[in-house]
């Protein structure tokens, strides 16, 4: 088994029975509940050598939000589209994930799925059969599922 198929298999066992839709509008009010009252050095300080601090991961989830705006746009416009992998890591040292102000970045995060949601809820459920070939994982589809 791939990385990516172990990794793809455990965020579906997360969510098995639940609807996806309602998990995804309810993100960003979990992550705002996480991170309510906490102070500066519990947010950036990392658990252990190599690993994200609270801040550096909410940094990626605004990021990743981005991308996932990017993705529906053209998976929903052109199914079958390429759609290329980027470097998290990469990413996060570009964009120093480190000093991003993680309440600054779950109110981005939150703008997109909210924007992200109405776009794939407006799309006819015609174009969800929809699919992007991932350059790492293969066919991907825009049915919904957690991001």
Request: aromatic share 8%; charged share 25%.
């Amino acid at each position: 088994m791939t990385d990516w198929k172990q990794y793809t298999d455990r965020m579906l066992g997360n969510i098995e029975g639940q609807e996806p839709l309602r998990l995804q509008q309810a993100t960003p009010k979990k992550l705002a509940a996480l991170i309510k009252g906490k102070k500066k050095p519990q947010l950036t300080r990392r658990p252990a050598p190599g690993k994200w601090s609270v801040a550096e991961i909410m940094a990626h989830l605004a990021d990743t939000e981005i991308v996932v705006s990017w993705r529906l746009r053209q998976i929903l416009s052109s199914s079958g589209i390429p759609i290329q992998a980027y470097d998290q890591d990469s990413w996060a040292n570009t964009f120093d994930y480190a000093h991003r102000d993680p309440k600054r970045s779950l109110e981005t995060f939150k703008l997109l799925r909210e924007n992200n949601l109405a776009l794939l809820t407006a799309a006819p459920h015609k174009l969800w059969e929809h699919y992007g070939v991932h350059q790492e994982r293969g066919n991907e589809s825009v049915a919904p599922l957690p991001v």
